[in-house]
């Protein structure tokens, strides 16, 4: 029988060849009143990896990453970031949690009364004390860059585009240097190409950094470039998870529907 | 009566009694809703408190921000409740002088007005003020941010919002409100002046004078620091109405609407409380 030792020794092994999982979502239900969202929902993601989660609108894909981060509490089930399982924990134990966690909100969710550049360096002057003034500002301009809007510093979110205010999210979500990026629908409401911008920039991050990411998305085309697995919900929970292929030869009606329609 | 008449007449009957024992049960879950309703504002209200009590003493502080609300709630306040108070200083100049007049005690005027101004009404000038101009402000710019994910983007980067939103606002209304008060009474003290000497020139050093005889610091100021409970109730609702926010842009028109609503009648029924309690502690001589 195993031990607790050989346990954390085969556990912290994984982890370093990279090969256990970051996030375990495992047999999570969560209902708001008398709706279930999400019904025995189990997946997980490792490092390097990129799990796109697609579904029905109203599928619970949000509310999912919601869990993830910790600003909803599931109703049973368990998460478990670096196995260690965040129900219970208090405000300032998550927070800890989520400074190696980047989240791209649906719709960037820009503090609207900051700039641009203050937004980005927002979480920094939290939580990077230690760095000067020149060394933030040099950081927020690198992070500024890796998402292609370094000229665009002291203006304010509602002054650019969605597809800019994303960008703006995105080097926010990085600011910390985190392990673990969840993002909510980084396409929706973006013309073809400011996607097709996004999407490359998502993969060049993903090949430079090798975090763990899921990606809720409806945008299958985006999905099959982004990510190295696919899951699809259905009534709460992953009806299938695997690469397109998988997905392609499934005889479930659903993801049948799902593949033809999108 | 007829047979006919004896059947609708007891056919009248079932049916209000049919009536009534539909509407029973409807007025008892209606006001069961109501009571559930109240205690569970009241109960949410404290463990939100509780938050925010335990973040404020928690470091890291959140000095910027709260310098911020403390320019916010005092200085951009500042000119609203020096005037409001100088309005009151001159109605009570006004409406005293004429039942001074009709009792013989002119003489009184001065301390009526002083006493007036700085024990009550620069006080809860003060609160209302500052409840209707900062409290629909906390309201409306957190539920803003509520409704617009920005406390969840807090949230997520690992900042506390009780900390950095809530915290830093309700102290600095605690702060504030007792200086805004001094800022008020004096305006009051000034206009009572000016509007008692239209009509019989006095001097101020003279209505000062008369106005402050006798009296000692524990006159004027526990109802000057009473002010930083009033802060604390505009700060605290403000905060709660605006952070458990829902429903987008009517949800923000809501939690404005309510925090002020709240503030100022809390403001006010505490207003009660606290003179009492001034009294028994520092009773007059």
Known sequence: ?262 | MSATGFTAAAEIEQSRQGRRKKLLPFVAGYVTGLVSGFFEWFGSLGIFFWQVCKAAVTPPYEWREFVRQLDEVGSKSFPLVVLAGAAVGVVLSMETRSIMTQFGAKALLPISVVWAVIQEMGPIITGLVVSGRVGAGIGAELASMKVTEQIDAIEASAINPYRYLAATRILACVLMLPLLTVAADAGGLLMGWVAQTLVEPISFHQFIDRGFGGATLKDFLPPTLKTAVFGLIIGLVASFQGMRTRGGAEGVGRAATNSVVLASLFVILSDVVLVKIILVVFPNK
């Open chain 1, 1 to 262: 029988m195993a031990t607790a030792y050989d346990i954390a020794m085969r556990q912290a092994q994984d982890e370093q060849d990279g090969s256990a999982p970051v996030v375990t979502v495992d047999n999570v239900n969560k209902a708001f009143g008398s709706q279930k969202v999400l019904n025995g929902m189990s997946l997980s993601v490792s490092r390097g990896e990129t799990l796109a989660v697609l579904g029905r609108s109203g599928t619970g894909k949000s509310v999912l990453l919601r869990l993830i981060i910790g600003l909803d509490q599931p109703d049973s089930g368990s998460i478990r970031i670096h196995g260690q399982d965040i129900s219970g924990l208090t405000l300032d134990q998550m927070s800890e949690i989520r400074k190696k966690m980047g989240f791209l909100f649906q719709h960037a969710a820009l503090y609207d009364s900051l700039t641009i550049s203050e937004n980005v360096a927002f979480p920094l002057k939290r939580h990077r004390r230690e760095m000067s003034r020149s060394e933030r500002d040099d950081r927020v301009r690198q992070l500024m860059a890796e998402v292609g809007m370094e000229g665009n510093l002291d203006k304010m979110p509602s002054d650019i585009s969605g597809g800019m205010q994303k960008r703006v999210g995105l080097a926010r979500a990085l600011a910390l240097e985190p392990e673990i990026l969840l993002l909510d629908e980084p396409t929706a409401g973006l013309d073809p190409i400011s996607s097709g911008e996004i999407d490359d920039l998502i993969l060049k991050l993903q090949r430079e950094r090798q975090m763990a990411s899921i990606v809720v998305t409806h945008d299958l085309h985006s999905a099959r470039t982004i990510a190295n697995r696919l899951a699809i919900l259905d009534q709460g929970k992953v009806v299938i998870e695997g690469d397109y292929e998988d997905l392609q030869q499934s005889n479930i009606t659903f993801v049948k529907e799902f593949l033809k329609q999108s």
